[in-house]
T-cell receptor, first 115, second 113 residues
Framework: KAGVTQTPRYLIKTRGQQVTLSCSPI?????VSWYQQTPGQGLQFLFE???????NKGNFPGRFSGRQFSNSRSEMNVSTLELGDSALYLC??????????????FGPGTRLTVT | DQQVKQNSPSLSVQEGRISILNCDYT??????FLWYKKYPAEGPTFLIS?????DKNEDGRFTVFLNKSAKHLSLHIVPSQPGDSAVYFC????????????FGKGTLLTVNP
């Protein structure tokens, strides 16, 4: 099976702009989660989507939003970018719920730089 | 409040020896624990996991031990290989319908030939 793919891999934006990142999960995986990785805070959970619904949410401001489509593909959006939003954004997918396992499989990430 | 802690930022071992990476957690609601390996410029790669109903899980060279009373888990790699050099993250989940993973800050493992 193909792994989790994320586009674009690198992005440079200006403060105040908005950005949309895309994630395609492993085929058959219905849960998609997003994480932010920074040197200071490490890996932090943003949100998780399952069957097009946001099921879990981390402690990030409302500028961070996401959605999931019927084919399980997901996008996350950051509006009014701040310098502190510069980070590696990682998408992860999980098999269908009810399996009793919580392994998440990560994509390569999108490196966002805000100038 | 850091709920998952990896107190050793780095660890260096000789090839062929055992690597032991440690992780402590504070939230007693955590029910499932995972270890990931990460190379620079790549996403984390899942290694091994353990449910709170077990105290040990093995997969090839990797073994995870869980001590619930001490809220402590460890990852043993035997024998260590130079290709194992990477950052290792411990993560925890509350289980149920909660797929949020809480990560530690990671331990950089260097395996010297």
């Amino acid at each position: 099976k193909a792994g989790v793919t994320q586009t674009p891999r690198y992005l440079i934006k200006t403060r105040g702009q908005q950005v949309t990142l895309s994630c395609s999960p492993i085929s058959g995986h219905r849960s998609v989660s997003w994480y932010q990785q920074t040197p200071g805070q490490g890996l932090q959970f943003l949100f998780e989507y399952f069957s097009e619904t946001q099921r879990n949410k981390g402690n990030f401001p409302g500028r961070f939003s996401g959605r999931q489509f019927s084919n399980s593909r997901s996008e996350m959006n950051v509006s009014t970018l701040e310098l502190g939003d510069s980070a590696l954004y990682l998408c992860a997918s999980s098999p269908a719920a009810g399996t009793g396992s919580y392994e998440q499989y990560f994509g390569p990430g999108t490196r966002l730089t805000v100038t | 409040d850091q709920q998952v802690k990896q107190n050793s930022p780095s660890l260096s071992v000789q090839e062929g020896r055992i690597s032991i990476l440690n992780c402590d957690y504070t939230n007693s609601m955590f029910d499932y624990f995972l270890w990931y390996k990460k190379y620079p410029a790549e996403g984390p790669t899942f290694l091994i996991s353990i449910s709170s109903i077990k105290d040990k899980n093995e997969d090839g060279r990797f073994t995870v031990f869980l001590n619930k009373s001490a809220k402590h888990l460890s990852l043993h790699i035997v024998p260590s290989q130079p290709g194992d050099s990477a950052v290792y993250f411990c993560a925890a989940s509350r289980g149920g319908s909660n797929y949020k993973l809480t990560f530690g800050k990671g331990t950089l493992l260097t395996v010297n030939p």
